[in-house]
């Protein structure tokens, strides 16, 4: 008897560096009972769940903080479900550094998709942007979308790979 999908795995991120390792493997652990992943895939979901657990713990701490993955075949979506406040566009605008490596596709009016930037990369390595962990995870997945969900006042990151 197979399981209905999607399936759903999902855990309260953590909340000090020292825990994220430990986090990540037992996390994957449950993750690989439903799928077997090849190793680019495998890497690139530690990367997305590594990137994810830092973000939680730099900017929302004491607060709400889901990693969630949800399988439903053949993708594999990895979510950050956070009650902080509500992602800015705006904000991110202001800071020269970010546009130079990924832009964004607004989608409606609370979400956008990050796209890399083919045309303008970062040529000097020292300049690291603030948000460096975008560039992460837009670089292992194959899609990377926000949205904030009014009804609930969450953000949802959510990164989407093609399970082989």
């Known amino acids: 008897m197979s399981l209905a999908l999607p399936i759903i795995i999902q855990a309260e991120a953590p909340q000090k560096p020292e825990d994220i ?54 993708i594999l979506r990895l979510k950050k479900i956070d009650k902080a406040p509500k992602f800015k566009i705006g904000d991110l605008i202001l800071s020269h550094d970010i546009l130079l490596n990924y832009a964004f596709i607004e989608l409606h009016r609370d979400s956008f998709q990050f796209i ?27 899609e990377f979308i926000y949205q904030y969900n009014k009804e609930d006042k969450t953000n949802v990151f959510c990164a989407s790979l093609t399970l082989n």
């Open 21 to 74: 390792n430990s986090f990540i493997k037992a996390f994957v652990e449950l993750l690989t009972q439903h799928i077997q992943p090849n190793a680019k895939l495998l890497s690139n979901i530690k990367l997305i769940l590594i990137e994810y657990c830092t973000n939680a713990i730099k900017h929302v701490t004491d607060e709400v903080n889901i990693i969630q993955a949800e399988l439903d075949k053949p």
């Open 116 to 142: 890399l930037r083919d045309d303008k990369q970062q040529e000097n390595i020292n300049l690291i942007p603030e948000h460096f962990g975008f560039e992460i995870v837009i670089r292992a997945s194959e």
